[in-house]
Structure formats: C-alpha cells, structure tokens
C-alpha cells in the first residue's frame, strides 16, 4: 500500500499548485497563498490538504489566484471550504482573482459575491476599517 496522495500518483508536487509566504511579523502576520495552475480534481485535494495545515496560523488570509490557469468545481469547493474555515476562526479570507478565468468561474456560479475580492496582493493586504 502506498503512502502517496492521488496528487502525488498525477505527478503534482506542492510546488506545482501553491507557494506561501507570511506577510508581516509575529502572531498578526498575513498568510498569502500564491495558487497556480489548473485547479481541478487532481489538484484540488492537494491545495485543499495545505491550505487547512496553514489556515490557524493568521488571522488574515490571501489567497492570490493570479497564476491560476484553470479553476474547476473543485477548486471552488476548496475555496469555499478555505473561507468557511477562516471565518470560524473569526479571521478574514481576501482573494486576489488576478484574470478572467478565475473571475468568469466565480460569476458563472454565482460564488463571486460571497468573497472580499482585492484588486493585488499589496491590495489584499491593506487593513480595513
């Protein structure tokens, strides 16, 4: 029996899907997710397995989508999960759409309202209030 993910068994490496860097210092540090690439039921689980091992950590989180190529059903279960977790927190979830791919996916499903949605990274990462 292996102990690999279905990802892992697609050829996806972490790397290929997200990459995270901490914005600020301390306990108030922001967590930005630069996601990339198709977002489908291959990747999905594995962006998904990530963003729950690193949601506690900041009470804001960015989720950068500029680099995404593809943003299928799973991946907008994933994002909504993403932001159902961090507001059970009481933290804030903000997305960068970043194209027309990811935007015209969360219009077509009517999911676009239900997010804070930033124009930038260094948009998204502007207090408010």
Do not use: N, W, Y
Request: some cysteine.
């Amino acid at each position: 029996m292996s102990s690999e993910t279905p990802a892992d068994e697609g050829g996806v490496e972490i790397d290929d899907v997200v990459r995270f860097e901490r914005a600020g210092e301390g306990d108030g540090a922001s967590l930005v997710a630069h996601v990339r690439g198709e977002i489908d039921t291959l990747t999905a689980p594995l962006l998904r397995t990530e963003l729950d091992a690193r949601l506690p950590e900041a009470p804001l989180v960015v989720l950068d989508l500029s680099g995404v190529t593809f943003l299928g059903s799973a991946g907008l279960a994933v994002l909504v999960a993403a932001k159902d977790a961090v507001e059970r927190r009481g933290h804030t979830l903000r997305l960068v759409c970043g194209s027309r791919i990811v935007t015209r996916a969360l219009e077509a499903t009517g999911l676009l309202a239900l997010f804070d949605v930033a124009d930038g990274v260094s948009d998204a990462l502007r207090p408010t209030g």
